[in-house]
T-cell receptor, first 111, second 115 residues
Framework: DAKTTQPNSMESNEEEPVHLPCNHS???????IHWYRQLPSQGPEYVIH???SNVNNRMASLAIAEDRKSSTLILHRATLRDAAVYYC????????????FGKGTRLSVIA | DSGVTQTPKHLITATGQRVTLRCSPR?????VYWYQQSLDQGLQFLIQ???????AKGNILERFSAQQFPDLHSELNLSSLELGDSALYFC??????????????FGPGTRLTVL
């Protein structure tokens, strides 16, 4: 079965880059890697997704290992508003169906 | 505001009872997903509907059922409730195509407390 592993928590200083790792060693060739985050008292929100190549958007960058068994979400300059739980999720390519949710990494940002 | 609405916001009920949670997806979204978030289990995918048809099942108990109506709103029915069913229940919706390029938009959740 597909599985993702993330550190329980991480801490960053404000305006510093943050690298959030995710291990998904059992990923299949057609699974997409998605990242969502959940701010306190809110529902999760989409951050970024990718398949094989590194991806950038206005929120973050996603670096995917060549063998696709791990990925790293990069927040280039952490702000206090980035304090949240970050989930790495594998999605089945066909049907946009979530396969596996990790337990998430709780990111704390220190001013 | 994600555009996904969920009612009620809070629900308190007793063990053995049955409740219905309601979700209205973003305008135009055909897929609806239900998730359960409890303290010890994290976020768990329950079930997905696409344009009225069940698309995929996750860790949904037999006591739970869902449906998506012609107007695309969805309901999650939880019956024979147990203390362990106390959790936040999220609904999410995504776009018109069954593609993994579609991000999901989550509602604010319904907090269920079973006493």
């Amino acid at each position: 079965d597909a599985k993702t592993t993330q550190p329980n928590s991480m801490e960053s200083n404000e305006e510093e880059p943050v690298h959030l790792p995710c291990n998904h060693s059992t990923i299949s060739g057609t699974d997409y890697i998605h990242w969502y985050r959940q701010l306190p008292s809110q529902g999760p929100e989409y951050v970024i997704h990718g398949l094989t190549s590194n991806v950038n958007n206005r929120m973050a960058s996603l670096a995917i290992a060549e063998d696709r068994k791990s990925s790293t979400l990069i927040l280039h300059r952490a702000t206090l508003r980035d304090a949240a739980v970050y989930y790495c999720i594998l999605f089945r390519r066909s049907g946009n169906t979530p396969l596996v949710f990790g337990k998430g990494t709780r990111l704390s940002v220190i001013a | 505001d994600s555009g996904v609405t969920q009612t009620p916001k809070h629900l308190i009920t007793a063990t053995g009872q049955r409740v219905t949670l309601r979700c209205s997806p973003r305008s135009g979204d055909l897929s609806v997903y239900w998730y359960q978030q409890s303290l010890d289990q994290g976020l768990q995918f329950l079930i997905q509907y696409y344009n009225g048809e069940e698309r995929a099942k996750g860790n949904i108990l037999e006591r739970f059922s869902a449906q998506q109506f012609p107007d695309l709103h969805s309901e999650l029915n939880l019956s024979s409730l147990e203390l362990g069913d106390s959790a936040l229940y999220f609904c999410a919706s995504s776009g018109t195509a069954l593609s993994s390029y579609n991000e999901q938009f989550f509602g604010p959740g319904t907090r269920l407390t079973v006493l």
